[in-house]
């Protein structure tokens, strides 16, 4: 069983080296959200403008 | 079993096998922290509270004097020149194995590490053990004393600011891990090449002092004074008008980076800790892959070394600056905000937390263990002859059991948390006084918690690299 489970877990042997991506995740959700946050209040701002007299 | 469950990280990075969840999880944690962290602020830190450090003198008139007046700085001053003599002459004559002599576990861990460490909590307790102050001070109140006429001084270029102190930083970090740094290779900083650089630095620092003044130098070009102050902002004692007073912690930070060149203070210690941290983990195949290309290109093995390691020294102080200027641009997009020069040294003490952070994170296990060694058989034995025991230490080893592995990452992790919080808090109290409306000041600190979460994740990959 154990030989079984090595066999099927060698063609991702290399996965190691991508670790890293799991510690930017992180960042690129924050940005993300940034980004995202950052829209929706220029739209705000915009309609309250325009909504100005 | 476990063979099988290391097999996926069995070419690279290895997963630390003593934690109860992946080391990466503490990333997603720390920067859920951060965000919680954020809104808490913003919603209930609506007015800026370190602008005033709240500062009042502690005990009387005549505690201030006992501590801070001539006879107590002259004594401090003199315990400075004699440790550090002392350490010049142990690397001059002692053992030329580092592990054995006093002179590098006092200079690059005990005083290294040790200042940083006690400033942040105490204030600036290198001043007055500042050697090269107390000579300088010493050899002006001796030509003084003689009616020796002294040449007037030279006024300090204010742009130059605390470059000098920058680039000495990183050169200080050079000398100890890529001039020392082993690799395999048989470089190594010896305890002769310490010392040298010890009376070198001395030699230029006092001839600084003759040039620009004492006071003048170390505020602003002596390296350890600069850096070792940097970390004392964070302290909650301070010193105003020769009176030692209680202050706010970190308030004092806020005023700390109106000098030019401190933002690259900052970012330098972040940046030479990170690569400390990297070159032997996370950098280690890119480095050694540079090295090849160097050694093919027709370099030594040592040159191509060091300049291997001195080309991602430099990347990473690149970097860090890199990330910091994005935050900053970042920063300046909102309606209202002052010109990038003035951004960028408005949240440039946000930083410190977080190299002191780095600097807890990556060196706390190195200091308690060497402590151990400095205060046992290097102090009774402090040349390494093996011939001495002052004071009966000599044969006393460092226990490593004294941590665990797993202490050891849950203090990395909580000292990163708390840095990056702290830095945090911090920018968020900034940003109330450039954008008295919280809406603004809270959108300008996206950003930044950007810079913190970016930060806080690539100093938690770094360890677990560097400890897989």
């Known amino acids: 069983m154990t030989a079984l489970v090595a066999a099927a877990l060698v063609p991702v042997a290399h996965i190691g080296h991508w670790l890293w991506v799991f510690y930017v995740l992180p960042v690129i959700i924050v940005i993300a959200g940034i980004f995202w946050s950052t829209r929706a209040a220029n739209r705000r701002e915009r309609e309250e403008e325009e909504k100005r007299p | 079993m476990n063979v099988v469950l290391a097999l996926p990280f069995g070419h690279a990075l290895v997963a630390r096998q003593d934690l109860p969840i992946p080391a990466w999880l503490f990333a997603w944690a720390a920067s859920i922290v951060l965000i919680v962290s954020f809104f808490a602020l913003s919603a209930a830190w609506r007015r800026p509270i370190f602008e005033d450090q709240h500062w009042r003198p502690l005990g009387g008139a005549g505690f201030s004097r006992a501590l801070l007046g001539p006879p107590a700085q002259a004594l401090c001053g003199a315990i400075g020149v004699l440790l550090l003599g002392f350490a010049i002459y142990a690397g001059l004559h002692g053992t030329e194995a580092p592990d054995r002599n006093f002179a590098l576990t006092f200079l690059f861990v005990t005083c290294w590490l040790g200042f940083p460490f006690l400033a942040a909590i105490f204030g600036d307790v290198f001043r007055p053990f500042n050697p090269w102050r107390a000579a300088g001070r010493a050899c002006g109140a001796a030509l003084a004393a003689a009616g020796v006429e002294r040449p007037s001084k030279l006024a300090y270029p204010q742009r130059l600011g605390r470059w000098p102190a920058a680039i000495g930083l990183l050169a200080v970090v050079w000398l100890e891990v890529v001039y020392g740094a082993s690799g395999g290779i048989a470089v190594g900083l010896d305890p002769h090449s310490c010392a040298v650089a010890a009376c070198v630095y001395s030699a230029y620092t006092l001839a600084m002092m003759a040039l620009f003044g004492v006071e003048e130098w170390c505020a602003t070009g002596e390296i350890f004074s600069v850096y070792f102050g940097m970390f004392s902002q964070l302290g909650f004692l301070g010193v105003r008008d020769g009176k030692l007073g209680r202050r706010r912690p970190l308030a004092a930070a806020t005023s700390w980076a109106a000098i030019p060149g401190s933002a690259a203070v900052v970012i330098a210690s972040i940046a030479s800790t990170s690569f400390d941290g990297s070159q032997e983990g996370a950098f280690k195949g890119a480095i050694e892959k540079v090295f090849e290309w160097l050694g093919e290109a027709g370099l030594g093995p040592t040159t191509s070394l060091r300049l291997s390691n001195t080309i991602f020294m430099l990347l990473c102080f690149a970097g860090v600056a890199l990330v910091y200027e994005l935050g900053v641009r970042g920063m300046r997009s909102i309606p209202g905000a002052p010109s990038l020069a003035r951004l960028r040294t408005a949240f440039a003490h946000t930083l410190i937390p977080i190299a002191l952070a780095y ?31 002052l004071f009966g230490t000599a044969e006393v080893g460092i226990d490593f059991s004294l941590l665990s592995s797993q202490t050891i990452w849950y203090v990395q992790v909580a000292a990163l948390v708390c840095g990056h919080v702290l830095g945090l808090t911090l920018a968020h109290d900034r940003a109330l006084t450039i954008w008295p409306d919280p809406r603004r000041a809270t959108r300008s600190q996206y950003w930044m918690l950007a810079v913190m979460v970016a930060f806080t994740c690539f100093g938690l990959y770094l360890l677990s690299a560097g400890n897989g």
């Open chain 2, 359 to 389: 600097l807890i994170a990556h060196y706390f296990s190195l200091f308690v263990f060497q402590e151990q060694a400095q205060f046992t058989y290097l102090l009774s034995d402090p040349l390494g002859t093996g011939h001495t025991d």
